[in-house]
């Protein structure tokens, strides 16, 4: 019986050693997790010290009034000085005249920088009408005149470039201008304290001359001959134009 026993233990023991084979796959070891792994955290940047933050440092050095005031001349100013700013330059001991110079340093900064210019859209010139009419004018008759008036009513357009008289009795004293015909335009003004009065109007050719008036230039009506100047002036600025004074009318 203890015979048996034996040999039983030994087949056990030959059956076990049997089982683990060479070359087996040895266990796996336990990956790391990522959290063991993870990349450490970069460190927080330092935050660029204030001017204010500057200031108080230079000052706690033992640095001079003269030289922060230097120091401060120098710097760009971001912001104004706030109300914190201000007591905590004051409780680090800084006098009021830093405090007060670098406020001031700001607002010369802010008084210095180029103001942004605004864009000026210019008005345009406008143009003068081609074409215009002046009823209610007379013109004066340069010939021999006995017992009637020396001015003759009519109407005075200017279209096409051309100047056109239209006398209202006699067809005959019409005048007709072309604009490259005329050399000159004037006014013929009286002279008076305080200013002189235009009451006549004058285009001049290289051999004539023809001269306008309202047709109640007499009563001191002188509208008429001063549109006719400004009109002509403004058409063709290249025109010669001048004013005669004269003592009567």
Same mark, same amino acid.
């Given at each position: ?11 056990? /023991? @030959?059956? #076990?050693?049997?089982?683990?084979? $060479?070359?087996?796959? +040895?266990? =796996? !070891?336990? &990956?790391?997790? /990522? @959290?063991? #792994?993870?990349?450490?955290?970069? $460190?927080?940047?330092? +935050?660029? =010290? !204030?001017? &204010? ?197």
């Amino acid at each position: 019986m203890k015979f048996l026993l034996t040999a039983a233990a030994s087949l056990f /023991a @030959a059956s #076990t050693l049997m089982g683990q084979q $060479p070359g087996s796959a +040895p266990v =796996p !070891s336990p &990956v790391p997790s /990522a @959290a063991g #792994t993870a990349a450490e955290a970069a $460190p927080m940047p330092t +935050p660029t =010290p !204030s001017l &204010v933050d500057n200031i108080i440092k230079l000052w706690k050095a033992n640095l001079s009034e003269d030289f922060l005031r230097k120091y401060i001349s120098g710097s760009d100013i971001a912001k104004d000085l706030s109300a914190e700013d201000m007591v905590r330059l004051r409780n680090a001991g800084l006098p009021e005249s830093l405090i007060s110079a670098l406020a001031e340093h700001k607002r010369a900064a802010a008084a210095a920088s180029p103001a942004v210019a605004a864009v000026v859209t210019p008005t345009p010139t406008p143009t003068p009408p081609t074409s215009m009419r002046w009823e209610g004018l007379a013109r004066r008759n340069s010939g021999v005149v006995l017992l009637k008036s020396r001015w003759d009513p009519g109407v005075l357009e200017f279209k096409d470039e051309t100047l056109r008289w239209t006398d209202a009795r006699d067809a005959s004293k019409n005048v007709l201008l072309t604009a490259k015909q005329m050399t000159e335009q004037q006014l013929t003004c009286l002279k008076k304290p305080g200013g002189n009065e235009c009451f006549e109007w004058v285009v001049k050719t290289k051999s004539q001359e023809y001269r306008f008036r309202d047709i109640a230039w007499e009563q001191g009506d002188n509208t008429k001959v001063a549109e006719l100047f400004a009109y002509f002036r403004s058409l063709y600025p290249n025109l010669v134009f001048s004013q005669v004074p004269v003592d009567q009318k």
